[in-house]
């Protein structure tokens, strides 16, 4: 948008206050608006927003990019019934029989990816003084017992990262549409329901948006081409959480697990070791970042922090690094040459250590990442245990593989033996996955995370008995971690490619604009949404 000024209010010195009226579209995509039967409760309709990357811009006139942060303050009117949430702190609401008008008001600058709304029939938990959970009322329990250790992953994050500064925390469970495990709205994290797999086994997702209250919120990336800055960071203060509410041997897993289970697989099989997306610093000309999104900035960050941790003497000294980086560019939006700079300057007694890491190659190489950080193997080693039984068994002895060492495992190891079957070649037998799933009651399970797992086994062994089971796991959530392989996984299987495409095709009026417009691209089908101008 331009503004184009009268001559008399050209003359430098001169301030003018531009009032904008604006109207916003029903098709914008930052928002889902859905009807009540859509909802859990099926009692009011539900609203969501969901702004990052660069769609605040189809419901706000903003300068949406990270690298500009402004203050905001809300008043919304919805029918009274409804309540209507926002990433700011409440300020109370008024109304009569008919409407209530909530007040919000976020006094830290934040970026125009940070702003969201949700209105919804919503009840809400206390777990703290400054925590809290919001979802349906069905729901609400549920996501109250699975996220009650909320408080104490905070105080974890703020022995790690300073002053936790945004005065609330609160979480809003949102409908099963919602197309990411969790994005870290300041002051109200949205999460997906799939988060609540009856055991606490998935909370790491809250850990992750916890931090993102230092990285990303406090320390923002300048644009999406240094979303390594955000994500890495946040990846790495969420293991560290992990690893003081757990213990050390369970970081180096989960990092480990980040290597194995994520970055191999998006480099080798979600794109090409040469593709440009599998760059820590991307190009982003005339590239929707939706469209580039994978969690190769995730992980390859992640992994660059490790790898200079055990670098420069450890985790001691890297925690403090830590703190000095988050405290120095607090409120601030940086790139990956600022953040170089500050690492030279705060290990300057360091500099011929920090000349051997080959930084041109970990920010603009394609592929996996030059070097690879020492993981811990102490929890790695019962998922290998584990998995050489199940290769080395044939249809006579597989009978006789018992389930207790795989009862015995953490959640997060279950699922790293189902990745390693996943990526054995040949594909693995289906009496074996008939078997598995008998013995490990797979198909159902309440974990999203291992179901997506399981799911894609059998489908790469083109088990048939499979397909009812993925395509009702994709219809009946939307976030894109799980839709987007296993739609693709289907769509390359010859008798599965229709019946995925029909279900994507019934239910797209339905679904998340985001999910709609990436399942299209993924099933190669055309889908006219409204282009978002980037
Ligand atoms: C290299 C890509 C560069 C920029 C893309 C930035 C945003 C793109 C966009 O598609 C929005 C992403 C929002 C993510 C929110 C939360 C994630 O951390 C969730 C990760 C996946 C999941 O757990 O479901
Ligand atoms: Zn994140």
Known sequence: MSVYLPPQFQKAGTILQVTVAYGTSPDATALQWMKKEQTADKRMPYLFSQCQAIHARSIVPCMDTPSVKSTYEAEVTVPTGMTCLMSAIGQGSKGDDDTTTFFYKQPVAIPSYLIAIVVGCLEKRDISDRCAVWAEPSVVDKAHWEFAETEDILASAEEIAGKYIWGR??????????????????????????????????????????????????????????FWLNEGFTMFIERKICGRLVSEDYRQFMAFNGWTNSLIPAVYEQFTPTHQFTKLIQDHTNVDPDVAFSCVPYEKGSALLFYLEQKLGGSEIFEAYLKDYLKTFAHQAIDSWQWKDHLYKYFADQKEVLDTVNFDLWFNGVGMPPEKPNYGQSMVEACEVLLKKWLAADESTVGDITSEDYYAMQPLQQIELLSQLWQHDPPIEHYKLDALNKLYKLNDSQNSELLLNWLRLCIKSKWEECIPKALDFVNSQGRLKFCRPIYRDLAQWPIANKKARDVYLKGRSQMHPITAEMIAKDLHIRHSTHTVCF
């Open 169 to 226: 925390y609160d979480m809003v469970c949102l409908p099963p549409s919602f197309p990411f495990g969790g994005m870290e709205n300041p002051c109200l994290t949205f999460l997906t329901p799939t988060l609540i797999a009856g055991d606490r086994s998935l909370v790491s997702v809250i850990a992750h948006e916890i931090a993102h209250s230092w990285s990303g919120n406090l320390v923002t990336n300048s644009s999406w081409e240094h």
